[in-house]
């Protein structure tokens, strides 16, 4: 007589599946302690993969415009500070051809007009960290105000044409389907001034020597100072203060762009993260009980494989 185990071959196969089950459940467990994630792939997300790879889009795009954005900011502020020195300038000449016209004494006026004309192309000329010029638009490899001196630009044809800048004014996209202008353009900011500083340097021309200002001023030098170049002098600073104020605006607006763009990245990546990311706590007790799980199904199949009929014969 033949003495057979008791268990069979169904009841061996069955406890083999229940191995290999137990086995995957314990993979995954310790897949998902190990990354933090509830798998690593999409096939392990199941129905929800559509809206984590929409989230997971959504929070990337946000991102890159807080990221654009906030280069923009950095571009803007640098611009309020040399448009707030450009717009000090033209104040500095308004009282200065006012007060030489009040007191009939230009002295020292052309050594002022000499240091603001300076001062005001290095502006006009000024380049961000990547050398391209600021204030040329879309041309930005090129100085967009030519004059050197105020010589120089006394001898151009014209004021306008020391400018070469471009037309089109740099933007930015700040979200979805919208664009905010951020560009200022040299002509647009300098062309005023470098007019009244022209017509300075012509009135000083006037009589033919050097220094026609920079004593006591004629009648006539009085006038003109007094109608016609402080006037110029005040509409260039008047320009100026509104650019420079706009300019503010658009630091403000951008600043809550990138604030706002932010906030919907952390919102979207939220949705990812309960998507996406397991609860630790939780991983570590599916962890704990899917190891369990295996030893005994383990133990019970090898329990099993080793019982036979002799297990049950009385010993004598």
């Known amino acids: 007589m033949t003495i057979d185990r008791v268990a069979t071959n169904n009841q061996t196969s069955y406890m083999l599946s229940q191995i290999a089950k137990a086995n995957v459940k314990l993979q995954q467990s310790e897949s998902q302690v190990t ?14 993969t559509a809206a984590l790879q929409g989230a997971q889009a959504a929070a990337d795009r946000a991102q890159a415009y807080a990221t654009n954005t906030q280069l923009a900011v950095t571009q803007t502020d640098l611009q309020d500070t040399q448009l707030t020195t450009l717009t000090g300038l033209a104040q500095q000449l308004q009282k200065a051809i006012q007060s030489a016209a009040a007191n009939a ?74 664009t905010q202008q951020i560009g ?44 016609t170049l402080a006037p110029q002098a005040i509409s260039a600073y008047t320009n100026l203060n509104a650019v420079t104020a706009a300019n ?37 007790t599916n962890l704990s009980q899917n190891q369990t799980a295996l030893q005994a199904v383990l133990t019970v199949t090898s329990k099993l494989n080793d019982l036979s009929l002799l297990n049950y014969l009385p010993t004598s």
């Open 35 to 48: 990354t933090g994630k509830v798998s690593t792939d999409y096939a392990g997300i199941g129905d929800k």
């Open 105 to 178: 004494d230009g002295t020292g006026l052309m050594t002022t007009a000499q240091s603001i004309f300076e001062q005001a192309s290095a502006i006009l000329n000024s380049t961000d960290s990547n050398g391209n010029y600021l204030y040329g638009g879309q041309i930005t490899d090129k100085q967009p105000f030519t004059a050197t001196s105020l010589a120089n630009l006394d001898s151009a044809t014209s004021v306008a044409s020391c400018f070469q800048n471009g037309t089109t004014k740099k933007s930015v996209t700040v979200a979805d389907g919208q």
């Open 184 to 227: 200022v353009l040299a002509s647009d900011i300098g062309t005023g001034l470098m007019t009244t500083l022209k017509a300075l340097y012509d009135e000083d021309k006037l009589s033919g020597t050097s220094g026609d200002l920079s004593g006591t001023l004629s009648e006539t030098q009085v006038n003109d100072l007094s109608s």
């Open 248 to 284: 503010g605006d658009t630091y403000t607006s951008l600043k809550n762009e990138v604030t706002n763009q932010q906030s919907l990245q952390n919102l979207y990546s939220g949705f990812v993260s309960d998507i996406q990311d397991v609860d630790m706590a939780t991983a570590l």
